[in-house]
């Protein structure tokens, strides 16, 4: 059994959620990536008064460590840590993009059920993005990193099997029309993932070091979804 609180802050859309044994039991969402410093901490308040719990009650913090906004991944940082510090509490940081690969797999459309690569990408400005290559297992095939897209990006990758693209910067790639539409999908809101990957990281005792952990931001400086 696990009750862990989920901080989003990674994208423009942020979410706070409570997961009970990686279910999504009750959520919080703002649209407004201006203000996810005030809206975390007063959607943690509400959360505890809707569902009658105390703060105390949580087995854990999970947290998006980014890619995504810089502000956004220090705001959901810093809000993790010291949630997880006052509560003494595990922490557990997740990648954005693995998290947007889960989502992925949990929309997955029945034109899809045989896509075996998943390609998250996060709009980085220009044409740049975000992204890694993820299978059903959430294997890394390509690791997260910055790309320039052009019109031979994944080429060769794309000659071996389809891809599935999504995300903020799938747009970009899209618009470059190398790939036909049915290798592109959209996935909505994270928290549901996140959810999912925590339970799992929790009963794994796979715990982020508390003291040590930063955000992931691939590029120092990037703040793209601001």
């Not at 045989?114 to 220009?126: H, K, N, S, V």
Request: contains cysteine; aromatic residues 8%.
């Amino acid at each position: 059994m696990s009750l862990i609180l989920t901080i989003d802050t990674a994208l423009s859309e942020a979410s706070v959620a409570l997961s009970q044994d990686g279910r999504c039991t009750a959520v919080h969402l703002s649209e407004n990536p201006f203000k996810h410093a005030e809206f975390v901490h007063v959607a943690v308040q509400e959360l505890c008064k809707q569902k009658g719990l105390q703060l105390q009650d949580i087995d854990a913090v999970a947290v998006t460590a980014g890619p995504g906004s810089y502000t956004g991944l220090r705001v959901g940082m810093a809000s993790a840590k010291g949630f997880a510090y006052a509560l003494s509490k595990p922490l557990i940081a997740i990648n954005t993009l693995e998290v947007m690969a889960c989502r992925a797999l949990q929309t997955l459309s029945p034109a899809h059920q045989e896509i075996r690569l998943f390609c998250p990408m996060i709009d980085a400005r220009r044409m740049e993005v975000f992204c890694a290559v993820y299978d059903r297992s959430l294997k890394t095939i390509l690791e997260p990193h910055a790309r320039i897209l052009d019109k031979d990006s994944f080429k060769e990758a794309l000659k071996r099997e389809p891809i599935l693209f999504f995300g903020s910067g799938s747009a970009k790639w899209k618009d470059l029309e190398q790939v036909g539409q049915e290798n592109f999908t959209e996935i909505g809101q994270l928290y549901t993932a996140l959810c999912q990957l925590s339970a799992q990281r929790f009963q794994d005792k796979n715990f982020s070091h508390l003291i040590h952990s930063e955000p992931f931001y691939v590029k120092d400086f990037y703040n793209g979804a601001q």
